[in-house]
C-alpha cells in the first residue's frame, strides 16, 4: 500500500507544532498502524531525521499506553480496538491519513503525538482505590458477590486509561474514566465503606486537573476501545450526588 | 568442556533458607528475621525499581509499613507494567473446587513442571502463600469470575489436573495490576511512596560492598540523576526481548538487571526461556511484537495439522481423518492440556516435518468447531469472546468459522538475577523480585504461575524478608560526590555520549532483529553444540559491528526513544551471549531448555541428574563469565522424567 501521512510534529512542550507531510510506500496490510510508524522512522533515522514519537509499549490492547488520534478519531476507525491493535487493512492504497495526538487540556503534549496523562494518576490517587493494607484480608470467600455485580464490575474495571474519552470528548472531560473506576469499586461489597469519599475526592481531583464537564455528547464511550458504557457517568453523577449531601 | 568460553568458581549456596520440615521452613525464616521498629522504618529509604505486580505490590506494602519508598518506572503510568498483558489466570491452594488440591500438590506441581531445577524451600512457600494473595486481591476488589452463588470461579489450566486457577476474563494480569497499581498510589497519596514515571534505570550504585543506590534518566529532559537509599529491588521483568520477536511490550528489557550483573550480581539460568505454544503466528517482515492467544483456548480447542505435508485446502475441507491431532495422539493422558515446553515443541517437530500451515509453514491449527457443537456459539463467546475478537483484529479471520492459526513464541524467562530464600542478590542491599530473579520455576514454569510469584515477592516474602536486612540500617551517609555515586553517573554520562556521538548508519532495531534471529534460531526451542558456538560468533560480531555502526539521532535533553532502545539493545547483545554460553554448558535437556543431543528415543526432553541438578550462577567477567554452582536437593519430590503420556 501507498499512503500520505500528516503528522502532528511538536519538538517539546514550549514547541509550537505543525502537520507534517510524509508519503510512505509499500506498507503491508498485515502490518499493524503501529508497525506501519516504525517502518516510517525507520526511513527517518537512515536520513538523518528525528523520528516521530509515540507512546506504546504492549501492542496487544491492554497497556493503555498508545494514543493516536487518527483522521479526527481517538484510536481510529475501528470499533472497540486500540491503535496498536488496528491494522493496515483497514485503510486503503492511496489514503492519506491525519494522526495527532490527544488533544486535551488535562494532557499536555510532551512531544509529537506523546501526552502527558499523569492527571488520571492523580484521580486514582484521590480515592479509587480500596483501602485493603497487605495482610489484613479476610478469606476470599468470606463475601459471596453476586455474579451479575462481579461482571458489570469487571466490564467497568477493563478501562485501560488510555484517555481516548477525554481526547474524544468536545470538554475534555474525563467523567468515563472516573465513572468506571467509581462503578468498578461502587459495585463491590468491599468498596462501600469508601464510597462517598472516593466519589468526592476523585471528582475534586479531576476538576482540579483541569478536565472539563460532562454534557451527555456520548463521544466517550463511542471511542473508548473497551467499550466502556454512559451508564457508568450516570452511576458516577448518583454517587456524587448522595455523596455530596451526606456531606452537606 | 567450552572453558575457552567460561571459567569455574566457587560452588555458591542459599545460606538463608532455613532446614526442617518444609511446612514449617516460611514461618521459621519469618521468625528467625530480624524486624524494623516502626518508627525507625521512616528513617530507612528503600528504591523499587518497576511497578509490575511484583514491584508495585512490594512498593505499596512496603510503603503501608512506613518505609520510605522510591519507587521508577519507565511507562508513563506505573498502571501499565507488562503483567498488565498477562491473560490466563493466577494459580493458588484453596481448593475450593474438593478435587484434591492442596498446598502440597501445587508445591509438587510447580517442582515437577520446573523439571526439577527449583529449590524445594522456595516452590513450597510459594505455594503456601498463594491462597493469601486470592484474599489479598479479592479484598482490594479485583473482580473474579464468580459463580451464580456468588462465589469465585476456577478452572483447569495450563497442564493442571486440579481446577486451582482464578481468572477475571482473559484479562487476570490487568486486573491484579490494577489492584497493586491502586494500593500503590494509595501510598503515594498517603506520602510514603515517591513514584518516578518515565524514569529509567541506567546503573546501580555499590558503596562499599553494599547496593546504596541508582542513577536514573528522566526520559522527558534527558536529566541524569543519582538516587540513594538502604536498600535497592529491581522488580525489572524478564529479558525475553532479547528475541526481538516475543510476547514481552516492547519496552521491555534486561538493563536494570544487566548493570547490577555487571557490577557483581550473579546471573542465574539464563538459558531457561519459555517458548509459549499458542501465540498468533509472524505475518512478515515489518513484524514487532508477537501476541500471545491465552493458553485457556486450549481447554476447549483442539490442536491440530494436516496429515499430508504442505496441504493447502481450507481447514474445513480437510476430513477427520486426514487430521493430525498430535498432541492427543502423543499425549493420552494430557492432550491438548500437556505443559508449555512440551506443547510448543510438539508444534515445531510437526512444523519441521512440513505439516505447519499458514505462510512459510509456520503454523498449526487450534481448533474450536468441537467446543461449538459441544457447548454452543454462545457459551464460547462467553469464555473466549474478547480473544477471539482479538484474533480476528491481527489477522482478518474469524475463529468461530476457521481454525486459528497459532505457532509458539517467547513468552517468559525462568532465568534472572540469583537470589537466596530472602530474594537477596549476592549484593548486600540488592533485592530482586518476580521474573527479573530466577527463584521459583525451575526450568519451565507453569501457566497461571507467574502472577502467583510476583505477588507472592511482592506482597508477601520482600517485605517480610528486607527487614532483617535493613535492620542494620539506616547505612552511613552517602551523597552525590561520593566517588563511587560519581563514577557510576560517569559510566552513564559516558555510554549516553559515545551513542550519540556515533558516526554510524545502522538503526537500533536492525541491529535488534538481527540478533533476536540469532537467538531464535540458535537459542531457541532446540539448541544444539553447534549451533551455540556458531551463535556466540555471530553475536560478538554483530556487537562490534553495532559500537561502529549504529546510529542514534536526536540529544539527550529530549524525549529520546532511539537513545533509550540503543542503551537496552546493547545490554541484549551482552545478555544474549551469555545465554547461548549457559545453554552450551548445560548438554542436558531440561524444561525450556532442549539440546538436541539430549533426547529420549520417542524425541522427549532427556534430563541428566547426576551432572546437572545445580543452578547455574554466572558471575560478570571482562574475560568471560565465571560459572558458580548451586546444588540442588530434592528430599520431596523425587525427580523423576517427566511424562505426560
Known amino acids: ?248 | 568442556m567450552s572453558t575457552d568460553y567460561y571459567r569455574d568458581g566457587e560452588a555458591v549456596a542459599d545460606a538463608k533458607a532455613p532446614a526442617g520440615p518444609i511446612n514449617e521452613r516460611w514461618e521459621k525464616r519469618r521468625f528467625s528475621g530480624r524486624l524494623v521498629n516502626p518508627a525507625n522504618r521512616r528513617k530507612l529509604r528503600v528504591i523499587v525499581v518497576g511497578t509490575g505486580l511484583a514491584g508495585a505490590s512490594a512498593a505499596a506494602t512496603l510503603g503501608e509499613l512506613g518505609y520510605r519508598v522510591a519507587n521508577y518506572c519507565f511507562q508513563d503510568s506505573s498502571r501499565r507494567a507488562h503483567s498488565i498483558a498477562a491473560q490466563g489466570g493466577i494459580n493458588a491452594a484453596k481448593n475450593y473446587r474438593n478435587d484434591g488440591d492442596s498446598v502440597h500438590r501445587l508445591f509438587y506441581d510447580t517442582v515437577k513442571g520446573g523439571d526439577f531445577r527449583s529449590r524445594e524451600s522456595n516452590v513450597h512457600r510459594l505455594a503456601e502463600i498463594s491462597t493469601e494473595i486470592i484474599d489479598q486481591c479479592v479484598a482490594q476488589g479485583v473482580p473474579f469470575a464468580r459463580e451464580y452463588g456468588g462465589l469465585l470461579d476456577n478452572r483447569s489450566f495450563g497442564g493442571a489436573q486440579v481446577s486451582r486457577t482464578f481468572y477475571a476474563r482473559g484479562q487476570t494480569g490487568q486486573q491484579l495490576l490494577l489492584g497493586a497499581y491502586q494500593a500503590l498510589q494509595r501510598q503515594v497519596a498517603a506520602g510514603t511512596v515517591d513514584l518516578h514515571t518515565r524514569h529509567e534505570m541506567l546503573e546501580l550504585i555499590i558503596v562499599d560492598g553494599k547496593a546504596r543506590g541508582i542513577v536514573v534518566r528522566d526520559l522527558v529532559t534527558g536529566a541524569i540523576s543519582t538516587e540513594l537509599a538502604d536498600a535497592v529491588v529491581l522488580a525489572t521483568g524478564g529479558y525475553g526481548n532479547v528475541y526481538f520477536l516475543s510476547t514481552n511490550a516492547m519496552g521491555c528489557n534486561v538493563t536494570a538487571g544487566w548493570r547490577a550483573h555487571r557490577k557483581g550480581a550473579y546471573f542465574a539460568n539464563p538459558c531457561y526461556t519459555q517458548i509459549h505454544p499458542t501465540c498468533i503466528p509472524q505475518s512478515g517482515e515489518h513484524q514487532s511484537k508477537l501476541t500471545l492467544m491465552s493458553e485457556s483456548l486450549r481447554n476447549d480447542g483442539r490442536v491440530w495439522v494436516p496429515k499430508q505435508k504442505g496441504d493447502d485446502r481450507h481447514p474445513a475441507d480437510i476430513p477427520e481423518d486426514e487430521r493430525d491431532y498430535y498432541l492427543e495422539r502423543r499425549y493420552p493422558a494430557f492432550g491438548n492440556l500437556v505443559p508449555r515446553d512440551i506443547a510448543s515443541r510438539a508444534a515445531k517437530v510437526v512444523c519441521d516435518e512440513g505439516h505447519g500451515v499458514g505462510p512459510g509453514g509456520l503454523g498449526v491449527y487450534l481448533d474450536f468447531a468441537a467446543a461449538i457443537e459441544r457447548l454452543g456459539r454462545k457459551a464460547v463467546e462467553a469464555k473466549y469472546g474478547n480473544l477471539f475478537d482479538m484474533y480476528e483484529r491481527i489477522t482478518g479471520e474469524n475463529p468461530y468459522e476457521r481454525p486459528m492459526r497459532i505457532y509458539p513464541a517467547v513468552h517468559y524467562t525462568m532465568g534472572g538475577l540469583w537470589v537466596d530464600y530472602d530474594l537477596s542478590s549476592n549484593i548486600p542491599g540488592l533485592f530482586v523480585t518476580g521474573e527479573a530473579n530466577f527463584s521459583d520455576h525451575g526450568a519451565n514454569r507453569l501457566g497461571a504461575s507467574a502472577l502467583m510469584q510476583g505477588l507472592s515477592d511482592g506482597y508477601f516474602v520482600l517485605p517480610n524478608t528486607i527487614s532483617d536486612y535493613l535492620a542494620d540500617g539506616p547505612f552511613e551517609a552517602v551523597d552525590e560526590t561520593h566517588e563511587a555515586v560519581v563514577a557510576a553517573r560517569k559510566e552513564v554520562d559516558d555510554r549516553i555520549a559515545f551513542f550519540l556521538g556515533n558516526d554510524g548508519d545502522r538503526t537500533v532495531d536492525s541491529f535488534h532483529r538481527e540478533l533476536g534471529r540469532i537467538m531464535w534460531e540458535y537459542c531457541g526451542m532446540e539448541r544444539t553444540d553447534e549451533g551455540l558456538r556458531k551463535a556466540i560468533g555471530l553475536i560478538r560480531g554483530l556487537k562490534d559491528e553495532f559500537y561502529r555502526r549504529v546510529k542514534v539521532t536526536g540529544k539527550n535533553e529530549q524525549l529520546n526513544q532511539e537513545l533509550e532502545k540503543a542503551g537496552r539493545v546493547a545490554d541484549f547483545l551482552e545478555l544474549g551471549e551469555l545465554m547461548c554460553i549457559d545453554a552450551l554448558h548445560r548438554t542436558e535437556s531440561c524444561g525450556g531448555h532442549f539440546r538436541a543431543e539430549s533426547q529420549t528415543e520417542d524425541g522427549e526432553a532427556k534430563r541428566d541428574d547426576e551432572q546437572f541438578s545445580y543452578v547455574a550462577a554466572w558471575e560478570f567477567g571482562e574475560d568471560g563469565p565465571v560459572l558458580h554452582k548451586e546444588a540442588l536437593e530434592f528430599e520431596y519430590v523425587k525427580p523423576t522424567q517427566r511424562s505426560y503420556k
Request: hydrophobic share 40%; with cysteine; glycine share 10%.
Open chain 1, 1 to 248: 500500500m501507498k499512503l500520505s501521512l500528516r503528522i502532528w510534529r511538536q519538538s517539546d512542550a514550549q514547541a509550537q507544532g505543525k502537520m507534517v507531510s510524509y508519503e510512505i510506500d509499500e506498507v503491508s496490510e498485515d502490518a499493524s498502524f503501529l508497525e506501519m510508524l516504525d517502518v516510517l522512522n525507520e526511513r527517518l533515522i537512515s536520513e538523518g531525521e528525528d523520528p516521530v514519537a509515540f507512546d506504546h509499549d504492549c501492542r496487544e490492547g491492554i497497556c493503555g499506553a498508545c494514543s493516536l488520534v487518527i483522521d479526527g478519531q481517538p484510536h481510529g476507525p475501528q470499533a472497540a480496538t486500540t491503535t496498536c491493535q488496528l491494522h493496515m487493512r483497514k485503510f486503503k492504497d492511496g489514503d492519506s491519513i491525519d494522526i495527532e495526538p490527544w488533544r486535551a487540556g488535562a494532557f499536555p503534549v510532551i512531544k509529537d503525538l506523546v501526552v502527558d496523562r499523569s492527571a488520571f494518576d492523580r484521580i486514582i490517587q484521590a480515592g479509587g482505590y480500596i483501602s485493603a493494607p497487605t495482610g489484613t484480608a479476610p478469606d476470599a470467600h468470606a463475601v459471596p458477590i453476586p455474579k451479575q455485580d462481579a461482571d458489570a464490575a469487571f466490564s467497568a474495571a477493563a478501562c485501560i486509561g488510555c484517555g481516548a474519552c477525554v481526547a474524544a470528548c468536545p470538554n475534555g472531560s474525563g467523567m468515563l474514566f472516573m465513572g468506571a473506576k467509581v462503578t468498578h469499586l461502587g459495585l463491590m461489597p468491599q468498596g462501600q465503606p469508601e464510597r462517598h469519599t472516593r466519589v468526592l475526592g476523585m471528582v475534586a481531583a479531576h476538576d482540579e486537573a483541569g478536565f472539563g464537564g460532562c454534557t451527555n455528547t456520548g463521544e466517550c464511550a463511542a471511542a473508548c476501545p473497551k467499550e466502556i458504557g454512559l451508564d457508568v457517568i450516570g452511576k458516577l453523577n448518583r454517587d456524587f450526588r448522595k455523596a455530596a449531601i451526606r456531606a452537606a
